[in-house]
Structure formats: C-alpha cells, structure tokens
C-alpha cells in the first residue's frame, strides 16, 4: 500500500513506487510483498535513466529495512530523479544541455526522507542505503542511442 506521506513533494508522472511480491513470495517468504523500488514508470522516464546512465531502479528489502523505511527511500530515489529529470526537460532535452554544479547541489530531500534520516543511526543499513542514494548523480553517456534522444542530433 501506497502511503502518500512519504512522497513528500509531488513525484511527478515519469518515476513512480511499486511494491514488489506475488505467488511466489506469498509461498516461500510468507507475506504478500518483501520489498519496493523506484522505478521509471514511462519510456521517456527511462530514456532519461539511459542517456544520464543513472541506476534503472532503486529497491529496498522490507526484511532488511523495515516496510516503512524502505518506502521511504525508494519515494526519495523517485523525488531524486524527478528533479533532476524536470531540470532536464526545462532545458529543453536539448543537445549539449549539461547540468551545472549549482544544480547538482541544489536538490532538497523532501522533508520526509529527512525526517525518518534522523532516527538512522550511523552505520545501520539505512543509513548506509541513504549515503548510495545521495550519491547518485547524472552523467552523460556518450553511447546513448542518438536516435532515442528527444530532438538531438546526438
């Protein structure tokens, strides 16, 4: 289930959350679901993911995280790639756009990834999740299909 209250700001319509499980799992883990992850929920969003070869997904186990905080980080991978995914599309989409250090460094984290970072002591899995998460980071891939990239000669 979905619980709007982590997603702090809007996520936008390219990266969304999903919960991950089914027969399988019901059977051999006993619960329904056992993990989440961010994903891109358009081609577009994952044409982003491609040209700026950042991960395709962000997952969370519920078993190592916790349910809770385990969506909390994937709504924070998707707030993470939104923003950087708007900055993108503001420009344009266009040939040669780069993102500037100012940009880079200007994300915020929404409130609630903030909130629940506090209660993650050092060295706890969350913790640990939470710094590869903050250092992802867009960066152009020379071998991106030309084609593909919205009106790019590339």
Do not use: N
């Amino acid at each position: 289930e979905w619980r709007p209250s982590h997603a702090g700001a809007e996520l936008g319509e390219h990266f969304r959350v999903e919960h991950r499980g089914g027969a399988w799992t019901a059977k051999h883990r006993l619960v329904p679901v056992d993990c989440c992850r961010g994903i891109a929920s358009t081609e577009l969003g994952r044409l982003f993911l491609e040209i700026w070869t950042l991960p395709k997904s962000f997952s969370c186990a519920f078993r190592k995280y916790g349910r809770e905080t385990a969506e909390v980080l994937c709504h924070a991978w998707c707030h993470r790639m939104s923003f950087w995914f708007s900055s993108w599309q503001e420009a344009g989409m266009e040939d040669g756009f780069a993102y500037s250090p100012a940009q880079l460094e200007g994300y915020d984290e929404p409130p609630s990834l903030l909130e629940a970072a506090a209660a993650w002591p050092e060295g706890t899995p969350a913790a640990h999740r939470l710094s590869e998460l903050r250092a992802i980071r867009p960066m152009w891939r020379e071998s991106s299909q030309a084609s593909s990239y919205p009106g790019s000669a590339r």
